[in-house]
């Protein structure tokens, strides 16, 4: 199913993703302003605002990982003010996905099926769980962070959320 | 590599888009706007407009099939000002996407190289391209473009994003 090497590539854009943080911090400082106004940023305001967004990113990725693992996630309160904050919690999200081997992930077969914490009585089966679920979710609340900072003005670009590319000349 | 299944997931994402489309229409005859305002939305005056979001979204799944199957993909031109012109592109894309097998990509080796139009004297390992560039790209555009109507009003959510899954009792 892939499952290891997408469980990576959700580290990797976390990574980009703090890096865009970092931007964000840099220039709040040049204008002068406090970066975590940018905390309760909405698109509109039935929507939830930036800091959700962070967090449900890093929720996506480790429950992907925990639950196509069968390990358990560790638990991180939904309680961060602050972009510092927030990047502790990226943080603490890679620390997590950083312990997986591709070994963890040999049990989970595409039709396994996965029981949700928050679905009590469903089921999804392994390969639907992880490419049309947790897969669009993720990129969905990191590219949704990415366009709250784009629209507050922060100078980021694609390359940005892309991070460095494996191109070689040839 | 998993390329069919994530191949499916891009039309199954853009069929979901379609719909999004389908809903912007209609809040916009309720409120009595012409929907097209919406195709040169912006979240920042330098930012790609809604119809590059489309477009690009649109692109991404075809290049993604295209290159990794050896296929040749039809050339769309970026000429829409409507968004009935944006879901008629949609439309061909997913007429492309469709017509693809999982024995199209059964040459492709996670260290296949391939070589992109638009990078020449370059060339990048065919699971970087999928999982490190395809991947977060597809999705990038789609929310991007749903974050664009969200911000103008549309009542969409999180399942018109995802589409159906398939829950199942247990």
């Given at each position: 199913?892939?499952?290891?090497?997408?469980?990576?590539?959700?580290?990797?854009?976390?990574?980009?993703?703090?890096?865009?943080?970092?931007?964000?911090?840099?220039?709040?400082?040049?204008?002068?302003?406090?970066v975590?106004?940018?905390?309760?940023?909405?698109?509109?305001?039935?929507?939830?605002?930036?800091?959700?967004?962070?967090?449900?990113?890093?929720?996506?990725?480790?429950?992907?990982?925990a639950?196509?693992?069968?390990?358990?996630?560790?638990?991180?309160?939904?309680?961060?003010?602050t972009?510092?904050?927030?990047?502790?919690?990226?943080?603490?999200c890679?620390?997590?996905?950083?312990?997986?081997?591709?070994?963890?992930?040999?049990?989970?077969?595409?039709?396994?099926?996965?029981?949700l914490?928050?679905?009590?009585?469903?089921?999804?089966?392994?390969?639907?769980?992880?490419?049309?679920?947790?897969?669009?979710?993720?990129?969905?609340?990191?590219?949704?962070?990415?366009?709250?900072?784009?629209?507050?003005?922060?100078e980021?670009?694609?390359?940005?959320?892309l991070?460095?590319?494996?191109f070689?000349?040839?």
């Amino acid at each position: 199913m892939y499952t290891f090497r997408i469980v990576k590539q959700f580290a990797r854009t976390l990574r980009n993703l703090d890096a865009v943080l970092e931007k964000a911090v840099k220039h709040a400082e040049a204008r002068k302003f406090d970066v975590n106004n940018f905390c309760s940023a909405r698109l509109y305001p039935d929507m939830l605002p930036f800091v959700s967004q962070i967090r449900i990113a890093c929720d996506q990725a480790k429950a992907a990982a925990a639950n196509l693992s069968g390990k358990e996630a560790p638990k991180h309160e939904d309680n961060e003010t602050t972009v510092a904050e927030l990047r502790a919690r990226i943080g603490k999200c890679l620390a997590f996905l950083d312990t997986f081997t591709a070994d963890d992930f040999k049990n989970v077969k595409p039709d396994t099926m996965i029981r949700l914490p928050n679905r009590p009585g469903k089921a999804i089966a392994a390969e639907e769980y992880l490419y049309a679920r947790q897969i669009p979710n993720f990129f969905f609340h990191v590219t949704t962070a990415y366009d709250l900072l784009r629209h507050g003005g922060v100078e980021i670009g694609k390359s940005d959320y892309l991070g460095p590319l494996g191109f070689v000349d040839a």
